[in-house]
C-alpha cells in the first residue's frame, strides 16, 4: 500500500519582472512536488516588512503530496532558485516566494522549518487561501481560514484581480 496524499497549501508571491508569470510558472513546477488541486486568484498587494517599494502578486495553492515536511520544503526551495529567487537579500525583492503555509494539521517547530507558516496571519495569505479553502483550519489556533481573515487588523492593502 502506498503513502496516502497529504493535503498542503502553499503560498506563492512575486514582485519583480514579470509577477504573473513568474507565479504561473511556480504553480507548473509545483506539478513536480504533487498534484495542483485548486489555486486561488490572483492578488495585488502591497509589500508588507521589505525595503522594496515593488507592489506583490500573491496566491495560494492546494497541493496533494506524498513528499515528507523536509522533502517538500526542499522542493520549494530548489523552484525558488531556479526562478532566480536571491536569499542573500531576506529583505529584499523576489522573483519567486513560496511559502508552506499549511501541512495537513501538523504542527512543526524545526530551525529550518515552521508550519504553520508564521505569516499566515496576513492579509496577502489569507484571502487567497479563504477564497480556496474557507474551511482549512489554523492547527494551534483552531479557526479557519475564513474566521481568522474576518479577525484580522492587518490594513495593508490586498485587491484580487478580475
Given amino acids: 500500500m502506498g503513502a496516502m496524499n497529504l493535503r498542503v497549501f502553499i503560498a ?3 514582485n519583480v519582472e514579470d509577477r504573473e508569470a513568474q507565479l504561473r510558472s511556480g504553480i507548473t513546477e509545483l506539478g513536480a512536488l504533487g498534484r495542483v ?4 486568484s490572483f ?6 516588512g521589505l525595503e522594496s517599494k515593488n507592489w506583490f502578486l500573491n496566491a495560494v495553492v ?13 522542493g520549494l526551495q530548489a523552484i ?16 519567486l516566494d513560496l511559502d508552506l503555509l499549511l501541512y495537513e494539521n501538523e504542527v512543526i517547530a524545526t530551525e529550518e522549518l515552521i508550519v504553520p507558516h508564521p505569516g499566515l496571519s496576513r492579509r496577502f495569505v489569507l484571502e487567497p487561501l479563504a477564497e480556496i ?10 479557526r479557519t481560514a475564513r474566521e481568522l481573515l474576518a ?5 495593508h492593502q490586498v485587491r484580487k484581480l478580475p
Fill in 151 to 155: 479577525a484580522s487588523r492587518d490594513r
Fill in 12 to 14: 506563492l508571491g512575486s
Fill in 62 to 74: 492546494e497541493l496533494d503530496t506524498r513528499l515528507p515536511p523536509r522533502a517538500l520544503l526542499q
Fill in 37 to 40: 488541486h485548486r489555486v486561488s
Fill in 80 to 95: 525558488e532558485k531556479r526562478s532566480g529567487r536571491d536569499h542573500s537579500l531576506p529583505e529584499g525583492p523576489r522573483t
Fill in 133 to 142: 479553502a474557507p474551511l482549512a483550519r489554523h492547527p494551534l489556533l483552531w
Fill in 43 to 48: 492578488y495585488d498587494t502591497e509589500p508588507v
